[in-house]
Structures are given as C-alpha cells and as structure tokens.
C-alpha cells in the first residue's frame, strides 16, 4: 500500500504564492512520475504539472510560466507563483509507481482571493 501526505494548501490573494508538498510512503520500488491534479467546483479534474523520473516536466498551459514541479525521492513540490482567483481548486497528488499503479492523495483545497 502507498500513502500520499500532501500539506500546503490555504488561502491567498491574487499575486500571491504558495507551495504544495507531497509525501510518499509505502513499498515503492520505482516511480514512474509525480504530479498535481486538480479540481475546481462543477469542473472536471485535469492535470496541473508532472515530473517523471528522467525529471522531464510537463505543465497545463494555463499555468506555464507561474507554477514549477520539483522532486526529491519520494517527495515533491509544486511551487505556484502570481496565483490567480481561477487557480482556486482541490489539488491531489498523484503518483504512479511500478509501470502502471496511480495512487492518489486526498486533496488539499487551495482558494485564491480576487
């Protein structure tokens, strides 16, 4: 069984900043790729960014340029800058481990004031 620990979400003015840190543990022999999904209210849930283990990186366009994945082991970060009141979503952590396995974590609101 793989857990993930997300922590960072809150609340923050349009312009602002946070970072979102994700945690995996469990038995993980290998990781495919790392990533943030997120899910705004009455939307569908889609991809914000991904690190696969080469660490390429890949970003929905609508955040390209603001937020930034990093990984460490079995931990990463999404930096998120000049946030915007459409930022304001459930973000989840997503992994997949050992070719094809996806875990998810359970969300952590972040919530972007205008």
């Known amino acids: 069984q793989v857990q993930l620990v997300e922590s960072g979400g809150g609340l923050v003015q349009a312009g602002g900043s946070l970072s979102l840190s994700c945690a995996a543990s469990?038995?993980?022999?290998?990781?495919?790729?790392m990533g943030w999904y997120r899910q705004a209210p009455g939307k569908q849930r889609e991809l914000v960014a991904q690190?696969?283990?080469?660490?390429s990186t890949s970003y929905a366009e609508s955040v390209k340029g603001r937020f930034t994945i990093s990984r460490d082991s079995a931990k990463n970060t999404l930096q998120m800058n000049s946030l915007k009141a459409e930022d304001t979503a459930v973000y989840y952590c997503n992994i997949i481990i050992h070719g094809s396995l996806n875990y998810w974590g359970k969300g952590t609101l972040v919530t972007v004031s205008s």
């Open positions: 690190i696969t283990h080469d660490g």
């Open positions: 469990g038995i993980i022999f290998s990781i495919n790729a």
